[in-house]
C-alpha cells in the first residue's frame, strides 16, 4: 500500500490489489477506482455514486432513492415506496406506482392506468378521456364540462 497525504489534507492510496482510493478532505468525499474501471464516490450526506466503465451510472441518495442513468439518455428512478419511474431519450416518462397503477407522460397527454383498466387520459389542451373498465368512455372538455358519455 503507498500512501500520498496532500498540503490541502486530501489522500490518496494506492491498495496492494491495485484499488486507488482518493480522500477529498474539503468536500469530505472519498473516490475509489477498482481495477476494472469501476468508480465509487462516497459524499458526506450519504449519497453514494457508481461510475461503470460503460459509461452506465447509479446514485444512490440519503433517503435511498436509486437513479440509474444510461448512456443512450434513459434514467430510472427507483423511489423507497416503490414507485419506478422511467425516463425516455424523448422526454416521456413512464411511472409505475407500487399500487399496480401506471402514468404515462407524454409532450401530447398524461395517462393513467388503473388495475381495474379503467384508462384515464389528460391531453395537452386540457381535455380529458374517460374509459372505463366496462367499456364506458367519458370525455370532458378542458373546463371540465361533460361532451360525450357513452354507456356499453
Known sequence: TTTV???NGDVKQVLDDQRVIYYYADA????????TGLEVLHFSNGQIEKHFPDGKKEITFPDQT????????R????????????????????????NGQQ???????????????T?????ADGHQETQYASGRLRVKNKNGDVVMDTHP
Open 66 to 73: 436509486i437513479k440509474n442513468v444510461f448512456t443512450d439518455g
Open 103 to 117: 402514468e404515462v407522460h407524454t409532450a401530447d397527454f398524461k395517462r393513467r392506468e388503473y388495475p381495474d383498466g
Open 119 to 123: 384508462i384515464k387520459t389528460v391531453y
Open 75 to 98: 434514467e430510472v428512478n427507483i423511489f423507497p415506496d416503490g414507485t419506478i419511474v422511467h425516463m425516455q431519450q424523448d422526454g416521456s416518462k413512464i411511472i409505475e406506482f407500487s
Open 5 to 7: 497525504t496532500f498540503f
Open 28 to 35: 469530505k468525499t472519498t473516490h475509489t477506482t477498482y481495477p
